[in-house]
């Protein structure tokens, strides 16, 4: 493939700074754009020099580096943005991954915009969405969506919060964790969790040579636990979202209580999934979209 044709059609203006992705393990996820812009920019700015320099070796570049991580960022920011007011252009990395989602990058950016300057995003690999692309339809937006969280809070009330937020989320919710708590955060999410039956894909060293992808539910924990579990690695998770209409739906009047998904279940080997929702909208139990929805749900978990 000629990369040529492709990078020419590459503007890189000047005063301008440049988010890159990068691999988030495998080094051959790393685009032709990113080495492009890697490749032609004044400076490259970065959450650790180290890890940077590794990964620049391995694709045969060479830049100047400046550290701009979670305990300098807006300090650091002030001394990249007098760089690019001068004409320079700058990329930003993160370890792995893509800057801004769970790791430094977001208040740089903020500064950057701030100070009147150019951000050029450059797409690459994320733990989010290659955990997702292989989560079917626990997380499609037609049927629940999803949302990230970051990590979990370590201990005390925030983590209590956090929990209780998880057990009434209609949405499926995507989170990292490290190797040291991923035990204790799946212990957890089993005696939080009350729907034991919500799914989870786990996400272990994703992209790399050992990588692992397993799919269960809440109620298989204690038994993925207890067997040969590895804790070795970086994890995404993916937890399922609480059904919409549960058990003991409280209708708009305040007056009827309906158990609609068993009701769901109970008609679904009998009546199609539109007629599911046209009866359900007729009857005013919800809308004709959420009801088809929570019956497509009920006819092929994950």
Not at 44 to 59: F, G, K, V, W, Y
Not at 67 to 82: C, D
Not at 186 to 208: A, C, H, M, P, Q
């Amino acid at each position: 493939m000629d990369q040529t044709f492709f990078l020419e059609q590459q503007l890189m203006p000047s005063h301008s700074l440049y988010m890159v992705g990068t691999p988030i393990g495998n080094l051959g996820d790393i685009t032709y754009r990113a080495v492009h812009i890697l490749k032609n920019v004044d400076g490259i700015a970065c959450e650790d020099t180290r890890h940077t320099s590794n990964l620049l070796n391995a694709i045969g570049i060479q830049k100047p580096l400046l550290a701009i991580h979670e305990h300098n960022e807006i300090e650091a920011a002030n001394n990249l943005i007098i760089r690019l007011k001068n004409g320079e252009r700058w990329a930003y990395v993160c370890d792995a991954g893509t800057p801004g989602i769970s790791d430094p990058g977001a208040k740089l950016t903020d500064e950057v915009r701030k100070a009147g300057l150019k951000i050029i995003p450059i797409p690459g690999p994320s733990a989010v969405s290659t955990l997702v692309s292989v989560a079917g339809q626990l997380t499609a937006h037609a049927q629940t969506g999803f949302q990230f969280i970051g990590f979990l809070p370590l201990k005390g009330k925030d983590r209590k919060d956090a929990l209780a937020i998880l057990e009434k989320n209609n949405l499926s919710v995507i989170f990292y964790e490290s190797p040291q708590r991923i035990k204790s955060t799946l212990t957890d999410i089993f005696e939080n969790i009350s729907d034991k039956s919500r799914n989870l894909v786990i996400g272990r060293e994703l992209t790399k040579k050992f990588e692992a992808i397993t799919y269960s539910q809440v109620q298989d924990i204690p038994q993925l636990l207890s067997s040969h579990f590895e804790e070795r690695g970086e994890f995404c998770v993916i937890l399922g979202g609480g059904n919409k209409l549960t058990k003991h739906q409280i209708l708009d009047n305040g007056e009827v209580e309906v158990d609609l998904l068993r009701l769901i279940k109970a008609m679904s080997p009998f009546v199609g999934s539109k007629q599911i929702a046209e009866i359900f909208s007729n009857a005013g139990l919800m809308s004709k979209k959420a009801a088809y929805e929570l019956s497509l749900q009920t006819k092929n978990p994950l």
